[in-house]
């Protein structure tokens, strides 16, 4: 039987310290590879200013996900007949 090679992770998980906690991105290999250049020679004061682009987009990021989950809840209930079922029929002696 012949071993399996292990394959290179397609995502490489870089941690972004933030000031509620540290997020972790899971990003392909090209943006993990820039993300590495930008941050390679920063100082403090760049540091704080990309983490504070990094939460805008993250903060941003979660509220239109949350946006995207309560308009497919509505048109999901839009399209269910949830009408009141009316006086029961009268029984036939």
Do not use: C, W
């Amino acid at each position: 039987m012949a071993i399996k090679k292990a394959k290179k992770p397609r995502y490489i998980r870089t941690n972004i310290p933030m000031s509620t906690g540290i997020v972790p991105v899971y990003a392909g290999v090209h943006v993990a590879h820039a993300l590495h250049e930008v941050t390679k020679n920063m100082d403090l004061y760049q540091g704080v200013k990309l983490t504070q682009i990094l939460e805008a987009v993250y903060s941003q990021g979660k509220k239109d996900g949350a946006r995207k989950v309560g308009e497919s809840f509505e048109k999901m209930m839009l399209e269910i007949p949830h009408n009141n079922p009316g006086q029961p029929k009268k029984k036939k002696k």
